[in-house]
């Protein structure tokens, strides 16, 4: 049973999933999906992740599109993907501005990959572009520390900032930041009762759900279940509907 | 039910199907799968071809792996998926020699899709890999036919070429010339029904069946419904066999 009309997943791999999957999906009620850049093997060049970008511009939209899912391509260099050449895939972000930048953040934390992170926020800050930003299982706490010194240091706006797979004790600083908190469901990372946890502690105002679902996770399903968990616990409406699609369809600047 | 312990799907796109469903495809008893290359929206660079390669070899082998299914990489350039600077993604295919060639062949058949194909078989005879040749949906009769030419202008080894997605207007000049024949169970290619007419009028010493499944496709367990009914209607034990497992397992040098 859908028990919300509409429901934005802010953060799969849609390519990881069939179109049979994505059908399922959208019965279930997760009309809306980013879906994220990241390529499953470190890839070698740059040109690798410009033709990325145009499959999930170009295809996985149209992916999208046949079983009714409106899906938003996430572009960028993830910090587990970082090419040698990784500038060219930089200039052609420049070139061809994304709707969102995404995934990027910070894996080890080491000097490339701040570099690699600092060249695409400092773009997205640019372009006006909303940013979905990584943080790692390993280290959580200190590599989203220094994900907001970055943010600091280059005056990020805030409402261009989600920092997403927050756990419990990361949640709090980036919401007190100003930032967006992405709350994702999944073995490992948050259980349906931390989102209702997390939900109650701050508010509904600038958390999303999502599932991170795609090349090897099972539950694509997380955030209609994380829906229907959160109602059957006498959420307001309201709250729900706003962790679960209003949040992520203002943040995203995406209409339908 | 499984009514056969091993099922040889001969070609399969395995980045199309998620972990889930490969586990599913096991479970229906296909155990074996060649994923053959090939890139969704024309590739601009060849580098996307090589880290595509990667992708196959070490991810796509690996997602098999965890759910019991050997995948063995098909790499190559398809007629669809041919960067300008293609020569690149041939020398790495030198360097680097695959298991088996494939998905080759020709899609309209023009100059370039030609050159392709010829230095693609030609490395294939050269370092003795068996290759997997796709014929297109559209004219497919006289794209066949100049397969069949190029084939012999090469003086390729029988044993080394399978084409696939035939008809029943071109498996009888394909098993004539020697080659193998590849028949793709889907909508809009061969029926159940039409394996079986095939196989009682040809024999099964050439056949080999596969789903073709992957990116859009849904019917990622055609094999294993073809061999349901392939042994309802009576047909020897040893002839599904062959079609369904050893006839693959013998061209592609698999063992296990």
Same mark, same amino acid.
Do not use: I, R
């Given at each position: 049973m859908v028990l919300l009309e509409e429901i934005y997943d802010s953060h799969i791999h849609s390519e990881g999933r069939s179109q049979k999957e994505l059908t399922e999906m959208v019965k279930a009620g997760i009309k809306f999906a980013n879906s994220c850049a990241f390529y499953p093997v470190q890839p070698r060049f740059a040109e690798t992740l410009i033709d990325l970008f145009r499959k999930l511009e170009e295809f996985e939209t149209e992916r999208g599109k046949r079983v009714g899912m409106k899906i938003t391509p996430a572009l960028g260099i993830h910090p587990r993907c970082i090419?040698?050449?990784?500038k060219k895939a930089l200039d052609f972000l420049e070139e061809n501005p994304p709707r969102i930048f995404g995934e990027?953040? /910070?894996?080890?934390?080491g000097s490339l990959e701040v570099d690699v992170l600092k060249s695409q926020l400092s773009l997205a800050k640019k372009l006006d572009v909303p940013c979905i930003i990584h943080t790692p299982r390993k280290n959580k706490v200190e590599m989203t520390q220094k994900i907001l010194e970055i943010l600091a240091e280059l005056s990020f706006p805030e409402n261009l900032a989600v920092i997403d797979h927050v756990s419990m004790e990361t949640v709090s600083e980036i919401l007190k930041r100003g930032y967006h908190a992405g709350l994702t469901v999944e073995e490992g990372k948050l259980s349906e009762k931390d989102v209702l946890d997390i939900l109650k502690k701050y508010?509904?105002?600038r958390l999303m759900i999502n599932s991170?679902?795609?090349?090897?996770?099972?539950?694509? /399903?997380s955030t209609s279940k994380t829906v229907s968990f959160l109602i059957e616990r006498d959420v307001e409406r309201e709250d729900v509907i706003r962790v679960a699609c209003k949040n992520a369809k203002e943040f995203f600047r995406v209409r339908c």
């Open positions: 090419p040698q050449n990784w990027v953040g /910070l894996e080890e934390g508010g509904a105002e991170d679902t795609g090349f090897t996770s099972l539950e694509y /399903l």
